[in-house]
């Protein structure tokens, strides 16, 4: 039986490469593919296999000091579901551009980032203050149009780099006093997100513990979140039962879909939103009509 494992600790290492020489080292050891970051900062990844050996990797990791007490998040998927093993050092472990002087690290994670909650939590604070709390996703904007938690903000950002510019405008000011819960896939960004949003002048910033997945593990499709989730491996979006709802509309016909495809020209990094129908024309797989003269023009 196979599984993946998603993971991540924010604390100060010393010498990053030889962290990464030494996960490269354990993963292959034990067959595992996936993508592992290292850096000043801390460690940052999701790795498949057979279940014997992701509990041999947990063990083993855990035995570093700074990771003792890392929190592994399990998800359906195996070790196909990735192309390789990939071990690296980055200068930021999660990459939203010169952020050093956006907030510290040390032995207990990310400095004066926002209030943790568990998943039951989560329900607990909206229950008790209804409207005046607020969703803020911390994705790329394209992963909420097929999942996110209901009635969220989505910011207008392509990449994580983008969030410190849409955190510096005047968009959000109308929910500075309210009570804001950041969220993202794994947990990963919100910590940092959370950080960047007290020093602008949010007030009360919270973040889910785990992120989408451990809410979804816990409550699957009845509780706060709908739709599908997407994920950054061969299985392009996950659901967390068979009730998920479809939020996701085709790019092209606008029919129900969670389906996202890599644009057709290959210069372009963006996915395209289509249903399996519009699928099945070539000339649909394009992002924009500009991307679709390019290509001709190419041949």
């Keep these: ?61 855990k035995q570093y000091p700074q990771f003792k007490d ?21 200068r930021e472990l999660v990459g939203f551009q010169n952020s050093d002087n956006e907030f510290d690290v040390n032995e207990n994670g990310v400095v004066g980032g926002g209030t943790h909650l568990k998943p ?44 410190i510019a ?34 602008r002048g949010f007030k009360d910033v919270y973040q889910i513990d785990g992120g989408i997945v451990k809410y979804g593990e816990q409550f699957g499709d009845d509780g706060l979140w709908e739709g599908h989730l997407r994920v950054f491996d061969k299985r392009m979006t996950m659901t967390f039962s068979d009730k998920a709802k479809t939020i996701g509309e085709c790019t092209h016909c606008g029919g129900k879909t969670s389906n996202f495809e890599n644009c057709a020209f290959a210069s372009c990094n963006d996915l395209v939103l289509i249903c399996e129908d519009c699928k099945q024309n070539p000339d649909l797989l394009y992002h924009t009509a500009a991307c679709r003269e390019k290509a001709v023009a190419k041949v």
């Design 1 to 61: 039986m196979q599984k993946i494992l998603l993971y991540y600790k924010f604390a100060p290492i010393s010498d990053p490469q030889a962290i990464m020489l030494w996960q490269k080292t354990l993963t292959d050891s034990l067959n595992l593919r996936g993508r592992i970051l290292v850096s000043a900062q801390g460690l940052n990844g999701t790795v498949g296999g057979d279940m014997d050996d992701l509990k041999a990797y947990v063990k083993a990791t």
């Design 70 to 90: 890392i929190v592994f998040k399990w998800s359906d998927g195996g070790r196909e579901d990735f192309p390789r093993m990939s071990v690296k050092v980055r």
């Design 120 to 163: 039951a939590d989560v329900n607990e604070l909206v229950e008790k203050f209804g409207k005046d709390v607020v969703f803020f996703d911390g994705r790329n904007a394209h992963e909420a149009k097929i999942g996110k938690f209901k009635g969220a903000v989505v910011p207008n950002t392509n990449t994580s780099r983008d969030f």
């Design 166 to 199: 849409e955190l510096e405008s005047d968009k959000y000011d109308d929910i500075k006093d309210k009570k804001v819960i950041t969220y993202c896939t794994g947990g990963i960004r919100c910590e940092v997100i959370s950080a960047m949003m007290k020093k």
